[in-house]
């Protein structure tokens, strides 16, 4: 095949969960967008590059060495979330060992034992695998779960919590079925456990905690949230994920009273958002949300709403309202009366709306220096599909581009 066709080819084999979701749209219509939107890149990249317009995604996944420069994938984060650093400069941990069957003295080799850890730890994975979790994954502070090359499943158990750690990175990890647990004796760090009440049974659970980025996970049908941002949480990003099969996506703030969340700034950025999902994407309370380049293919109820004055502003999605006449609009506006939320600072700008989906701005729009805070610049609409067309964990082989 040409590099031409042969690039082309590996784009249509990327893109083919959207040409599934996408059912309400003519997929001849998507392809055809698909090809103006490649071209479009190949003029502003250069002829035959391997880059696609997504800035995360162009920094490493071009790279065939990949696995042997894993720690590079630190260096490439956007957003609020961008100074993540996770565990680099720190050394590689395999995780060889899928149990967890002791919270409080894991074993060598596990997940658990790995995360814990006070130095600075890059965690990859031996080959595939399922880890169902005793209680939660209570992380410290400077690691990254690093799941590409093996197909990793954090599943059927509790999941994540980041609680009052910094510097975490999540990549390429199946997050999804994840269950309450808790009553019971967990350990947060080598010196320390302690007794954790009930966990919700979130996907990930980011409690007070600052410079997170979650990257390229798949995440389904949780207990409670599928990624919850809480009490004082900041400098966070959640980008490329596939989410799919779930009622209450993201959350963004604890609840309407707690003042600390007013500094709460986050980047939601080229995820898709997919079949079975009915609100929350995200729910903002106080803060700053910058929601770019997303691609939303269903929503029950809404896709962007939020309370307690959030300052959101949208750019460069593409929202695809389903058929059903009550589910049309994007946002909701949630918690006190209009003569209120008017004032609240939501904006849309380039946003392609399709079949009939709108969106309720209101307030003065937000402030463009919180906007260039967030350090990410959308890139038009037209090109969502072709940024988003990877979301979720990627299949990535040894030896080759991932
Ligand atoms: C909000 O959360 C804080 C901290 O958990 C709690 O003390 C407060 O009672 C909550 N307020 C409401 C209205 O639920």
Not at 98 to 120: C, F, H, M, W
Request: charged share 20%; aromatic share 8%; proline share 3%.
């Amino acid at each position: 095949m040409s590099p031409l066709f042969s690039s082309l080819f590996l784009v249509f084999s990327f893109i083919s969960p959207i040409l599934v979701s996408a059912d309400r749209q003519d997929p001849h219509n998507v392809v055809l967008e698909v090809q103006r939107s490649l071209n479009k890149s190949r003029r502003n990249l250069g002829s035959l590059s391997c880059e696609i317009g997504n800035p995360i995604d162009d920094c490493w996944r071009c790279d065939p060495d990949w696995d042997k420069n894993r720690q590079r994938l630190a260096d490439c984060a956007i957003g609020f979330g961008k100074d993540a650093v996770g565990g680099k400069h720190g050394e590689i941990y395999v995780v060889t060992d899928s149990s967890d069957d002791d919270a409080v003295n894991p074993k060598e080799g596990t997940l658990r034992y790995g995360v814990i850890q006070d130095e600075p730890l890059w965690i990859i994975f031996e080959r595939d695998m399922v880890i169902k979790l005793k209680e939660e994954l209570i992380m410290n502070s400077f690691k990254t779960i690093d799941g590409r090359g093996a197909s990793v499943h954090i599943a059927g158990g509790p999941c994540i919590t980041i609680q009052y750690v910094t510097n975490i990175i999540i990549h390429g990890i199946n997050i999804h079925d994840c269950k309450p647990a808790g009553n019971a004796l967990v350990r947060s760090s080598p010196e320390h456990f302690g007794y954790r009440t009930m966990c919700d049974g979130d996907g990930v659970s980011v409690f007070g905690g600052s410079h997170v980025w979650v990257d390229h996970c798949t995440l389904s049908n949780c207990a409670d949230g599928l990624i919850d941002v809480i009490m004082g949480s900041t400098a966070i990003t959640l980008s490329n994920n596939y989410m799919t099969k779930h009622d209450k996506a993201i959350l963004l703030g604890h609840n309407d009273s707690y003042e600390k969340d007013k500094n709460m700034q986050v980047t939601v950025a080229f995820n898709h958002f997919g079949e079975g999902l009915v609100q929350r994407m995200p729910r903002c309370r106080h803060g700053y949300i910058h929601v770019v380049n997303n691609d939303y293919t269903e929503w029950g109820m809404y896709a962007i709403g939020g309370s307690a004055n959030p300052t959101i502003k949208s750019q460069g999605n593409r929202f695809l309202a389903s058929d059903n006449r009550n589910s049309k609009e994007v946002t909701k506006h949630e918690g006190a009366p209009k003569s209120e939320w008017k004032n609240w600072d939501w904006s849309s700008e380039g946003d392609l709306m399709l079949n009939g989906a709108y969106f309720v701005e209101s307030g003065v729009g937000a402030r463009s220096s919180y906007v260039k805070a967030s350090s990410v610049e959308a890139r038009p609409s037209s090109d969502v599909s072709i940024i988003t067309a990877n979301a979720g964990a990627l299949a990535c082989r040894i030896g080759a581009r991932c």
